[in-house]
C-alpha cells in the first residue's frame, strides 16, 4: 500500500490561463505509507475520533460501531434509525459535536425512507443523537432537517455534515451537502427544492436568520448555496471558510470555496460531459452569476472525503493543504492554494488500489482513510525516512 509523494497529476486541469508547475513537497523524500488499523468494515463511509482514542465509523447498509485503538470492531450500535441501504444511500455521514467531550452528542446523515404520501421514495435526512456513557447505543435520536422533494432514486444524496465556526468557536449551526438525485438535476437550479444545495440548519433543526434566503417567498430558508451536483466532501479551514468537492457526470469534478447565497452552476455549466458522450444542457462553462470552481478534473476522479491539513506531520508545506480521496482513481491526491490560485497538486499513493470513501486528520496530526469495499479498510497515513 505505500506509495511515493511528489508525483505531479497531469490529468487535472486548473481554472486559469495556465497551468501550475507541481510543487515538491519537503516530505518527497519521505516515503508515504497506509497503515492498517483495522478492516472487515462493510462498505465504511465516515469516521470520526472519539476523545478515548477510539474511531466512530459508519456502514453503508445501515451500521454505525467503535472501533477500539487496536482495530477490533465491536457490535453495531442500537438506536440507529432505518435507512434506504440501495445504491448509493445507507447510513452516511458522522460528525462529533464540539462539544462532545461535554455533551457526547453527535450528528450523523442517511438515505431517509419516505412515509404516508411519500412512500417508497427517499431523501437525505439529518439527525442528531446522544452516544450512550458505554459507547453501545445512539440515544435522544431526533431528526432535525428532512430534504424535500422526495424521490424514488438511489443516486447522489450528498450528505457531508461540517459544524460552523465563527472566529475560531461554535456557531450553533452545521452545513449540510445535498446531491440533487441524478434524475432531477435541474432541481438544483430550483430555490424551492432542497436537490442541489448546501443547507444550514442550527443544531435543533431551527433557520438561522443570517442565512442568504432568510424572508424570500421564492426560497427555502434552509438553502446556503445551490447548483450542486453530488457534493460528498466538505471542510472548515480554520479561518472558517467552507470547501467543499463534487461529483462531475463524465468529468467536472469542482473543488469550490463556499460562499453564502452563490449559485454553482449545476446543471446550466459544467465542465464534464453525458456519460457516454454529448453535451449536457448547452454545453457551457460559464455563465453570468454563476461560479467557476477552483479547479476541476478532466477525466473525473470522483472525489470522496476531504481533509484540512494543519498539522506538521507530512512537513511544513503540506500545512495548509486540502487532501482528496478518490473513488474512481482509487488514490488520493493533495491540493493547495493561493487565494483563487492552485499552487501545489501532486497524486498521494497511487498504488493503492482502493477507493477512498473519507479522508479525515485525526487528533494526533495523521491523515486517516476509509476504503470503500465489502472488506473495507481504516488505514493511517503515516511517513518513513528511507
Known sequence: MAGALGASMALAQPVGPSKPATTPSTAAARALQAV???????????LAFLP?????????PGRMRVVQSDGRLNPPLTGV?????RGQGGLLDV???????????LYFCYSQPGTGADAGKNGTALARATL?????????VQVIFEQQPKYDSALHFGCRIVERMVNGKP???????????????????????HLGKIV?????????????????ADALPAIWSWGHRSPQGAVLAPDGQLWMHEHGPQGGDEVNRVQSGKNYGWP??????NYGGGKIGAGITRQNGMEQPLHYWVPSIAPSGLAWVSSSRYGADWQGSLVVGALKSRMLERLKFDGDRLVAHEKLLPGLGQRVRDVRQGPDGWLYVLTDAPDGQLLRLTTTTP
Not at 478515548?52 to 453503508?60: A, P
Not at 450512550?132 to 435522544?140: F, G, K, R, S, V
Not at 446550466?268 to 460531459?273: P, Q
Open 52 to 60: 478515548d482514542g477510539r474511531y466512530l465509523v459508519t456502514e453503508r
Open 200 to 216: 444550514r440548519v442550527g443544531k435543533d433543526g431551527s433557520i438561522p436568520a443570517d442565512n442568504p434566503f432568510v424572508g424570500r
Open 95 to 105: 460528525v462529533l459535536d464540539s462539544g462532545f467531550a461535554q455533551n457526547r452528542q
Open 81 to 85: 434509525p432505518p435507512v434506504v441501504a
Open 268 to 273: 446550466v455549466i459544467t465542465y464534464g460531459e
Open 132 to 140: 450512550n456513557a458505554d459507547a453501545t447505543a445512539l440515544q435522544q
Open 171 to 193: 456557531d450553533g449551526s452545521l452545513f449540510l451537502t445535498l446531491g440533487e438525485r441524478s434524475l432531477y438535476k435541474e432541481e438544483a437550479q430550483n430555490l424551492r427544492s
Open 36 to 46: 492498517t488499523v483495522a478492516q472487515g468494515l462493510e462498505h465504511p463511509w465516515a
